[in-house]
């Protein structure tokens, strides 16, 4: 007899493989772009969701997690378009908007000079040349799972070029609007390509008119120029339990340029969110930060992966949980230095604040350095919050409630005050003051 | 005013503070001084509410009431307010921020209303003023990046701001510089009045010469060996605490 171990495919995967089949005829994209996604969809069904004994899985047990593959949206009604056109005027100047992961260049605005923006279904269709190449050169750097899903299932998303030189006084917003009425999927990818020595800002966020939970797969690949300066923020919040999101932020960044990116994670049922940054040339520098603010029993992992490829790069990982309730932190951030990456100077530092007993938090900083002339450093902490600064406050007349809420606000305010522009930071400190506001709601009830 | 009644405290199982009585009138000021370990900051804790200490028994009354009962912010609201010995840092919070979100929670906890943006601006930049200021160490996280002396100007500061009924001040000259023992001493005496108390816990004598103290007492192994008035500070300043030294054993 042999035993052979072939794991059993759960529902969520068989359903996927349903949805592959019936949508990928509707798919944009003919001839080679068919090709990639059928090797994708391939490479992803060869292992399945991704598991514990995957190890940049391990803390996020996507195969045991993963219930159920959602449909994917269907396209919005003429009442939700209506609703989302109200909304949409709300926006701020610069939007593009993704309506549950389809381009809508209706509800967007006029752009800026220096910028090119266009549907990736549109730049699939006609081939255009470059873009099979920057998506699969984003595939082979980040091998993973559920990168190859969205390679298979991408439906849409936008294609921005910004020209050379150009420089963008406000931000361009990417947002995700979910108008679904049943619980549904979206696959986007963005590709962002920023010419040398241009600036740009670029936020992205989320429009919840009226969806209900759902799932998503979204990926952003980032191509940072030469000299080229990109700040980056993204709010990834979300109230409605239930909810999967899968997310995947790919940057690449050439000689001397400077990339800043700071992430908000709060709210939903199961996030995770995978970076894959490199350094492709000489003396840049790039930042990564991030805060992460869970209560019930949300889960929400964040995953980096840094490549130091160039001499004399900068990078700087910082990353901020504050759990409360039954929530799961899980942060796991592995950088590698090649061995021509000479004067690589690295930090990383994972803090997390714990508010209950039953919350978890998972860390796993790994270092793998193979130049020998750089410095490199990562730490981790955990705990409770600080009983002297606690005391203090209270000493001054804060009822222990509202010491603990400008200790933790001052604890997600010290990553979001180094974003740098002042409409963005008071956004997001405004989402902050909300979920902690939300939180002292949620405790004064739980004790009446 | 303030009335400390047979306080009997520990930490950890150790006994810190034994037997303590101590009275300080309405308008008085009162000095405590003591060798190293004898437990004056664990006093200034206790009245102040810290709640890694034991109290075994005992009682602490403010104007009657007994406040080892009520919490931190409680005792603030009703008057309590210490300087600490050693001033905490907390990064991410910004000064302005704290002092009007203490200033409003004093305010609301004693019935009355927030104060407008330009009257704590102004009341701000009063006490600021006073105990030498600079608006830009208004502007930074509270207490991070200041020197030692900055930070005990920040906390005298915060006294003025909220104006106490009864101050300790813990060791509030350690650290300052031959000025800022002047600035400081100025602003405690601005706020001496026949209404307000004051426990200043000091080593040196040359701080009760700024600030005057009607009383003086002495400390040691956790108890009040020895009371006087403000001469009794330079006695010790030439004796030292050696004859004080079997008392507390
Ligand atoms: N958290 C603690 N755990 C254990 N022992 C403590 C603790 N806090 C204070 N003690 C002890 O209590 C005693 C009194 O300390 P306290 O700080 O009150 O002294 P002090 O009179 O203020 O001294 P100093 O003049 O040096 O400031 C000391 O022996 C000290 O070691
Ligand atoms: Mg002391």
Redesign the interface.
Known sequence: MTAQIIPSRTAAEAALAEIFASAKAGLPGSGAVEKLREESFAAFARGGLPHRRIESWHYTDLRALMREALPIAPAPTRERRAALRKAAAALPANSLVLVDGVFAAELSGKLPEGVKVTSLSAALAEDRPGILESLAAAWAEADDAIVSLNAALMRDGVVIDVAPGASLAAPLHIVYASVAEKPAARFSRSLVKVGAGACLRLNEMSLGAGGRAGQTNNALIVDVGEGAEVGHTLSLTDTRPGSLRLETFLVRVAARAKFDSFALVTGGGLMRRQIFKLFAGPDAKGTLRGVSLLRGREHADTTLFVRHAATGCEGRQAFRYILDEESTGVFQGKVVVEPGAQKTDGKMLAKAIMLSDAATMNSRPELEIFADDVICGHGATCGGLNADQLFYLETRGLPPPEAEALLLEAFANELIDDIGHADLVAAYRAEVAAWLAARARSETRSVA | MLEIKNLNVAIGGRRILNDLDLKVAAGEVAAIMGPNGSGKSTLAYVI????DYEVLSGEVLLDGENVLEL???E???KG???A?QY??E????ATM??LK???N??RK?RGEEELSIPEFMKRVKKAGDMLDIKPEMLRR?LNVGFSGGEKKRMDIM?MAL?EPRFAILDETDSGLDIDAVRIVADGVNALRSRQRGFLVITHYPRLLEHIVPDTVHVMAGGRIVRSGGKELASELERTGYREYAEEAA
């Open positions: 102040a509410g810290k709640e919490s931190p912010d005792r603030a609201a309590l307010f210490l600490f001033p905490v907390i990064p991410g919070v921020t704290f979100a203490a200033l929670a004093q906890q996280a915060q909220l």
